[in-house]
Structure formats: structure tokens, C-alpha cells
């Protein structure tokens, strides 16, 4: 609704053009002052759209009212009426600011036109701001994006261009939560989810969509419970939507020039969810929160054995790490429990190490149980870790095979919108963790990143080579969303799928690589 604050001396005008105005389909907030002086009180207390006002009032004129209005409200629509013999004072209040005017008496109809003419003004202008807003909103995601995935320092200064307060507003970042979900949870779902969040949650938050199954939150409180809101954030997703939600948060951020670095950390935290899937929040540096710290035995022997037998020894490592902390200053475990547990992951090692030698692995257990201290006992089964390692690392080349195995079927089935560690992994016969590990120490982005690179540059390809309907071409590149698509086409290349269709894109546009 427009607000419209009428200025004239004469209440009798006042009311007559409260009248017309009262006699358009439109409904307005109408506000009035008796003169200059107090229109300018209104104006400095009150949001006004439009200013209708005489040229002759005591204490200010109309042609001084609208010099100021201009400086106070650059925005401010001003329109002055005029009596016939004032035509030429009201023609030169123009040069003040002034959009129009109306001779007096007012014909209704005239006035009717007027009104017409500045209320077209007042859309064409929103819209132009509106459409300069969200462009800068997509630069900034654009190049937050790069700036996220790269660290490079061109991408902060373009980024810091785009803010008031340069690296001052940047730095205003204290923490991230990086959200990872499944089924394209945040193409499906982003548009209702977003207004929800900020209603329950109460606290400004900026969101950063970085694929269909990962989004990041960043928070500006630095005494605030990330623990307890990324909790309250999981049952947000679980009881509105049904999405099991995994959460990793961020260490406290103290400039803007950390952020690339903890992204990185919330990325590889993420990756946890294959192998805690009861754990959905992770919190960056902080050790004992994951279900390991209560963990039993058994569950961290299974998860342990399932790591060998799938050849992950990225979390092998990290594993047995945890199992040597819990037993190596330990006194209430029993020297021949402590040596059954470690002697069993010895016989899983050798069991892949050299299947058949039984007469290797009995020399190794049977030195193990002559040990008489823990930290013996632990250098041998760490001994066997090495080995592991060291003989996965030889079929290296095995595993670029199956790296770029992953990377043509995602070229061929990028279309599929379900396309996921869990599905590709099991293509290769790897776990989805250590696949997801490996992937990106091969390839140095993450697998769903990859994805996303890979539909973004086979969209664009059809943009600028066929003849295709936006939404065709989203289905194409499995986006079920066309406007989802839209969104994520410009926060990836930083222009719009129209303009590259029109050949605008840059070279600095068109620069991602896969």
C-alpha cells in the first residue's frame, strides 16, 4: 500500500483530494500537513511514497517544500498543484525534483492521470531496484561461492565491492553450519523452508545453497550455543520435512579470511555421516562428541573391520587411533582382553594382506601375546596398520581407475537427479566415506561439487548450442525445479541463463573448470 502525505493550507482542499484519491481502485495510507513545516516533520518520522502539495502555503512554498522533500527523500514522488496563473512558478518547481503537476480547480480526470503516471514511476523504479538487488545478491553468492571453494584472494575484493562496509561487514561472520541432506532435499524443498527457518528460529542468519543436497548457514552471534542450534536445526528439518539433516558447525570465525580454510573442515566433518549415521550434528574441534566417545567395543571393532575389508584406510587410521587412545592409559581392561582386541584387527589386516599365509599372521599374534606392556601390544597392531596403508597406496593407480570410473558415469548420468556417494560408491565397491575421501583428494572438489560443475557446464552447453526451453534444459541437467535451476546457474557463473542464452557470459563468467 502507497502512503500519500497531501499538503495544503486549506482543509477544504485537503478533503477534496483525500476525495479523489478515496475514488481510485487502489487503497492508500493518507497522511496530511496544514503546511511546508510540518509536511517536513511528517516526512522525517514517517515513510511516504508520494507528496501532493499547493505552490502557496505561509511559513514554506511549495517550491522550497520540494527542495528539501528531494534532499530528504531522494526517492520521494512530488507533485504540485497550482493555480492557473501560478503555471509558470509550477513549471519551474520541475527543476526542484518535481514529477508533475495539476492546475486548480482539479479536474478529476486529470488528477486520475496524474496519479496513473506516478504510480507507474514508483513500480518501474521498484522493479529496477528489486532487479539491482537481486543481481548483486547473486554476485555476491557467485563470488562467495568461488571464494568458499578457492580461497582466492581476487574473489574476496570482488565480494568485498558488493558491501557497504567492505571486509568490516565480511568480518561479521562468527560461525558456519554446513547442512548436507539427500534426494536433492534443498532443490525441492528451499522455498519453503527458508521463510519457516527465519520465523522459528528468530535470529539473522544468511543461506548459501551450494548444491541440491548441501547448504550453508552463517550466523553473526559469537555467545550463541551452535551446538544447541544446529540440534534444534536438525529437528526443524526432521518434523517439518522428514529430512534426516547432518550438521557439521564450524570453529569460531574471527575474520573473513578463515572461512575457505573451516569450510574445508565442515567438508571433510560431513563426511562422518557414513560412518556415524546415528550422529547428526558434528561441531569442528572438538574431540569425544561423536558416538565414539561412548562407543562399545564392538561397535568400533565392526566399524573397524568393515574399514579393512572395504580397503578405507583414510578412516582405518583414524579409528584405530581412537581405539589406541581408549586403551593405551587405561588400567580397567584386562591384559588379555586388551590383547584380543588387537589381536583381532591383526587377523583382519592379514586376512587382506595375505590371504592363506596362516603361518605369517600366527608368528604376529603369537608376538603380540608375549608382549608385557600396552604400548608393545599397539606398536605391533600400528606396525600392521602401516603395512596396510603402504600396500593400498601401491594400487593407487587401482583407485584412479575407479576414481575416473565415478567421473564417467557422472558425465553420462548427470540427468538423474538422485545421483549420490551411497549409489556411486556401490558401483565401484567402495565405502561412501572413503569414496567421497578419495574423490576429492583426486580430484580436489567434493563429489556433489563435481556433480553440480559437471550439470552447470553441460546447461550451458545447451543454452548456447540449442534451441531448448530453460525448463527443458534444467530437466536435462536433473533439476526438477526450473527455478531452483535458474537461482543456482547464476550464483555458479554469476549471470543469468537468459544472457548466456544471448552470448553476454564473460570469459571470467564462463572461468569454472571441471
Not at 501532493?52 to 534532499?71: I, N, T
Not at 553476454?504 to 572461468?511: L, Q, R, V
Amino acid at each position: 500500500m502507497l502512503t500519500i502525505l497531501i499538503v495544503d493550507d486549506e482543509k477544504l482542499e485537503r478533503n477534496g483530494i483525500k476525495f479523489l484519491l478515496q475514488r481510485e481502485k487502489e487503497e492508500f495510507r493518507i497522511l496530511e500537513a496544514a503546511n511546508g513545516k510540518d509536511a517536513l516533520g511528517v516526512l522525517m518520522s514517517d515513510s511516504v511514497d508520494i507528496l501532493f502539495s499547493d505552490v502557496k502555503m505561509p511559513y514554506m512554498s511549495g517550491l522550497e517544500l520540494s527542495s528539501q522533500a528531494r534532499e530528504l527523500c531522494p526517492g520521494l514522488e512530488i507533485v504540485i498543484f497550482s493555480g492557473y496563473n501560478d503555471f509558470s512558478y509550477a513549471k519551474e518547481a520541475l527543476r526542484y525534483g518535481v514529477v508533475d503537476y495539476v492546475l486548480k480547480p482539479v479536474d478529476p480526470e486529470e488528477f486520475h492521470k496524474t496519479l496513473e503516471r506516478v504510480i507507474s514511476h514508483i513500480s518501474v523504479r521498484r522493479e529496477e531496484e528489486a532487479q539491482q538487488t537481486r543481481q548483486e545478491d547473486y554476485l555476491r553468492k557467485y563470488f562467495f561461492i568461488n571464494y568458499l571453494y578457492t580461497g582466492n584472494e581476487n574473489e574476496l575484493q570482488n565480494l568485498e565491492k558488493l558491501f557497504k562496509g567492505g571486509r568490516d561487514d565480511l568480518n561479521l561472520c562468527s560461525r558456519m553450519i554446513l547442512a548436507g541432506a539427500s534426494g536433492g532435499f534443498f532443490e525441492t524443498e528451499e522455498e519453503h523452508f527458508i521463510g519457516n527457518l527465519k520465523e522459528q528460529f528468530h535470529r539473522d542468519m544468511a543461506y548459501i545453497n551450494l548444491n541440491s543436497n548441501e547448504s550453508l548457514f552463517l550466523f553473526g552471534e559469537k555467545y550463541t550455543d551452535y551446538r544447541q542450534l544446529a540440534r534444534k536445526l536438525y529437528e526443524f528439518f526432521r518434523q517439518q520435512y522428514d529430512c534426516e539433516c547432518y550438521l557439521a558447525v564450524s570453529a569460531p570465525i574471527e575474520t573473513v579470511t578463515q572461512i575457505p580454510g573451516e569450510f574445508r573442515k565442515l567438508e571433510t566433518l560431513l563426511e562422518e555421516q557414513f560412518y556415524q549415521p546415528g550422529q547428526h550434528v558434528l561441531v569442528s574441534g572438538e574431540n569425544g562428541n561423536g558416538p565414539e566417545a561412548g562407543t562399545e567395543d564392538l561397535e568400533l571393532m565392526e566399524r573397524i573391520s568393515r574399514e579393512i575389508r572395504q580397503k578405507d584406510v583414510i578412516h582405518l587410521r583414524q579409528d584405530f587411533g581412537r581405539l589406541e587412545h581408549k586403551y593405551r592409559d587405561s588400567r580397567q581392561f584386562s591384559e588379555m582382553y586388551v590383547k584380543f582386541v588387537f589381536s583381532s584387527i591383526l587377523k583382519e589386516i592379514y586376512e587382506q594382506l595375505s590371504p592363506g599365509d596362516e603361518k605369517a599372521l600366527s608368528k604376529k599374534v603369537d608376538r603380540l601375546y608375549r608382549c608385557r606392556k600396552i604400548q608393545d601390544v599397539i606398536d605391533i597392531v600400528s606396525g600392521g596398520v602401516s603395512e596396510f596403508e603402504a600396500s593400498m597406496n601401491e594400487r593407487k593407480g587401482g583407485l584412479r581407475e575407479e576414481i575416473a570410473k565415478v567421473k564417467t558415469y557422472i558425465r553420462h548420468h548427470y540427468s538423474e537427479k538422485n545421483i549420490g556417494a551411497e549409489e556411486l560408491a556401490g558401483m565401484v565397491y567402495l565405502s561412501p566415506g572413503y569414496l567421497s575421501a578419495v574423490f576429492k583428494e583426486e580430484t580436489g572438489v567434493t563429489l556433489n561439487r563435481y556433480i553440480r560443475e559437471v550439470r552447470m557446464e553441460k546447461a550451458r552447453e545447451l543454452l548456447e548450442g540449442t534451441n531448448m526451453k530453460i525448463a527443458q534444459i534444467a530437466k536435462e541437467v536433473g533439476f526438477s525445479n526450473s527455478s531452483y535451476f535458474c537461482r543456482s546457474f547464476r550464483e555458479f557463473f554469476g549471470n543469468s541463463p537468459e544472457s548466456c542464452r544471448k552470448g553476454k557470459m564473460t570469459d571470467e563468467e564462463s572461468a569454472p573448470v571441471i
